[in-house]
């Protein structure tokens, strides 16, 4: 069991929830459990003489966090806030939620590291692009604050303004790239409107390739817009023309974007293992096909990160299958450690069906309170947990929640996803092949697409019972995040209520093994040489190809860089593969050298190339001895040509000198 923190303040809030205390200090064992009616009022002294006392403090409250913080200031000791009345206490079942109580409060114990930030620096200067005189009235608005340019897009009439307060162009956007303060931008038919324009601007002669730089752009041109995934594009504010409330909001908003800021570095990114590319041969692309922003880009024989422009989805890093992209909102291994204290903590305090709720601070935070302050709140055997990011979470994630005894998962997301969520897909449809596999009855993993708290709760009210294991598992351990998919389909598998060796995944699986065509396969070892975990081996003794399923990552470098296009990736986790010897795929006599008996290569290879060229290249006459050389090695072929002296242009014709001009003009000087 993780240790509980020392000092748990809990608080009924006058009275509208029920504490079941002894459920909390059954789950939270070996902690100071107190409890209040009205810590952040009447009690506050109390919740004082706990902020001065050395060690952990978690206080079962958040609204009043502010002004705990505010009485704790100074403090040294770890300090965590708890929502307690609305994800538990707050509902119809909140007299049997003491369970779930004690899971928070566990979960808030794990430590966080910290993360790194990314600095934006903005000065100001606003590109307003739109088509009519709604941007000339937002360049108004702004004015006062930012240094504005307006740019009309295939205007008809546009009123000169009487005192140019700001310059006023015409132009299209014809790419787009940057975040805020680094906005580079491709116009075409740029033009300045003439100063002496009376009754509508009037504008020069256009030009197109211009380049213009700013650091904000207010699209309100109602066309497409200029970024995939749009909304989540730091400084691009984009609002309909036809809509002034809207285009009022987006002005304000881009009016307080000067300044530095700070933003989260959300994907750590290591490249020493991205198995993206070798030889200019591309393998794995996943990253690449999930990013909604364009944030990714191939890079030589691995991608690099744009952390302005990532916008912290964490598909990449779920995806990843080597570990070489990890999110840092946590690292997967500190999720990993809340999962097991909130799951394991809430079957001690006597929990039973748990379901688990992934859910984000910007959407699913306020669903959820708004279920509990106006409807019937959530389930007692629904743990909310809240992540970043829902798409953040992998594959270890939901293994290792089923193995600590999770009866099912569901991911609460926006009706609308700001951003394409197939990663996320991806990952639900891998986790129900190997759940269906161990056994695990019914359809354990889903998503609740919505942005009503009434159906979320009547989804979540309906879910059906089903078994979970017997006996949760208790594993904790770190490292990337590869190597803790491994260890929690292990310890799932162990824990399983019908455990199966074998199991075929979806594609894009990052587990698997290989088919290879032994027929077709000539031993070259160029797939060896290109695989980047060493999956697949040789033998420098004997011409062998071996195979460690435990090491692929289906990555595909082999796949792109065989030559007879003999191997097929082949998705499945074989849980016997840790244990496994290295699988013999094909294994051939050495050819060895006719002169020093030294292995040199394969031998059907050596044949058949022998074979090819006997009296079928005038190099090799039937018989010729000269065709002694091919099964010779490197050095004896060497030192065998030198012996016989053979000469390779010997009788061949001298060839012409190439003809000149010259040549050709003197031929024309002879012919007159």
Known sequence: MPDPPKTILICSCEDTMRLDATAIRQGCRNSEISEFRQLCRAQLGHFRNAAKAEGSLIVGCTQEAPLFGDEAEGRSGKMAFVNLRETAGWSVEGIKAGPKMAALLAAASEHAPAYPFVALKSDG?????????????????????????????????????????????????????????????????????????????????PRNGLTSRCDLVLDLSGETPLFPAHDLRDGYLRADPRDPGAMLRTVLKARDLVGNFDKPKHVNFSADICVHSRSALTGCHRCLDLCPTSAITPDGDHVKINAEVCAGCGQCAAACPTGAASYALPPAETLLHKL??????????????????????????????ALARHGDGLPANVLPFEVNEVTQVGLEAVAASFAYGAMGIRFLLRAKPLHDIAGLYQTIAMADAILAGLGFSGHRVSTIETDDPDALGEVLRTIEPAPAVEQAATFKTVGKRSDLLRFALHELHRVAPMPTDVIALPEAAPLGAISVNVDGCTLCLSCVSVCPTGALRDDPERPVLKFVEDACVQCGLCRSTCPEKVITLKPQIDFRAVRAAPLIIKEEEPALCIRCNKPFGVKSTIEKIAAKLEGRHWMYPVGDRRLDAVRMCADCRVITMSEQQFDPIAGVPERASPRTTDDYLRERETKR
Do not use: C, W
């Not at 809430?346 to 935070?365: P, V």
């Open 125 to 205: 200067v606003i590109l307003i692009y739109g088509r009519d005189e709604i941007a000339v009235e937002a360049g108004q608005l702004l004015a006062d604050h930012l240094d504005v340019t307006v740019m009309i897009s295939k205007p008809t009439q546009i009123t000169p303004p009487a005192k140019t307060l700001f310059p006023i162009v015409t132009g299209t956007i014809r790419n787009a790239k940057g975040h805020l303060g680094s906005f580079e931008l491709v116009i075409d038919d740029y033009a300045l409107p003439q100063p002496s324009s009376r009754g509508a601007l009037v504008f020069e002669a």
């Open 340 to 369: 097991r204290a909130m799951l394991l903590t809430y079957r001690e305090a006597g929990g039973a069906d748990a379901i688990l709720l992934f859910h984000d601070s910007q959407h699913g935070s306020p669903l959820i309170d």
